[in-house]
């Protein structure tokens, strides 16, 4: 079991849930709890694909980085099929989810397949890959409040830009790890195309606007002080992460500290 959880990221959830349930607390209607359990599966559903597509395609270039080769597809201990397989389970799962929200978040689900095998295959040509990934996330917290409340509001919009700006910021950090094997074995991501110092300050940048977008949110439905304080501190772990790019030890830590800060920040208000 733990190498099919290894192989998904399964802990990295922990900062990607609480994401998608942003609305089932700002948002100003009733709490249900069976769209809330509905959220839970697609998100970790459709999440858990992605990961195994990843994989899946990144198993020769995996095999060669030091930092991956460990994992258990370059090593052998699952199979390309078994990969496969489960990412087709998951899929399934999250489209038979999905069948149940209302019918745009439905139509939707075909466009968010397609950007997790196109961001699975862009970082061979393009270094927009980042944005790519950003998009993905992008629809976590606007398919949650559209799911949650049953319309489209400027706060889905903002609470998706937000999120979208704080993982396109994160994955360029994430990828200064590797600027040395990108450039080696001809990877397009940011920081292997432009160098480390243009992509900390575009992430820099996009830390900017994920406060800003996350702040607007809060003040579209008129959040309590404990949600604008949440972004606060999660201002400050940006500030520290930024700081502390050269370990890549605190990724995890921060960025699972700044969900389940701004999750808290939301429920209390």
């Known amino acids: 079991?733990?190498?099919?959880?290894?192989?998904?990221?399964?802990?990295?959830?922990?900062?990607?849930?609480?994401?998608a349930l942003l609305a089932c607390f700002l948002a100003p209607v009733p709490l249900s709890y069976l769209k809330l359990v509905g959220i839970i599966i697609a998100f970790t559903a459709v999440r858990a694909a992605g990961m195994a597509?990843?994989?899946?395609?990144?198993?020769?270039?995996?095999?060669?980085?030091?930092?991956?080769?460990?994992r258990a597809l370059p090593q052998g201990l699952i199979t390309r099929k078994e990969v496969r397989t489960m990412a087709f389970i998951l899929l399934a799962i999250f489209l038979i989810t999905c069948c149940f929200f209302p019918f745009g978040v439905l139509i939707l689900s075909p466009v968010i397949i397609t950007l997790l095998f196109f961001y699975s295959l862009a970082k061979?040509?393009?270094?927009?890959?980042?944005?790519i990934l950003g998009a993905i996330e992008f629809f976590a917290p606007f398919c949650g409040w559209w799911v949650y409340t049953g319309n489209v509001s400027i706060t889905a919009y903002l609470l998706g830009f937000g999120i979208c700006f704080w993982i396109t910021g994160i994955d360029l950090i994430y990828a200064l790890q590797d600027i040395v094997f990108d450039r080696t074995y001809g990877i397009f991501s940011y920081p292997a195309?432009?160098?480390q110092r243009a992509a900390l300050l575009l992430s820099r940048a996009l830390h900017i606007l994920t406060i800003i977008s996350l702040s607007l949110a809060g003040l579209t439905i008129h959040a309590t002080w404990p949600y604008f304080f949440s972004i606060l501190v999660i201002a400050c772990f940006l500030f520290l992460q930024h700081i502390q790019v050269a370990n890549p030890k605190v990724f995890f830590r921060y960025n699972s500290a700044i969900s389940l800060c701004l999750l808290t920040g939301s429920l209390i208000s």
């Open 193 to 195: 195309i432009y160098g």
């Open 53 to 70: 597509l990843n994989r899946l395609f990144d198993e020769a270039v995996d095999r060669k980085n030091p930092r991956t080769a460990l």
């Open 124 to 131: 061979r040509g393009t270094p927009a890959c980042h944005f």
């Open 1 to 19: 079991m733990n190498k099919y959880l290894e192989l998904i990221a399964f802990k990295h959830t922990l900062f990607g849930l609480p994401i």
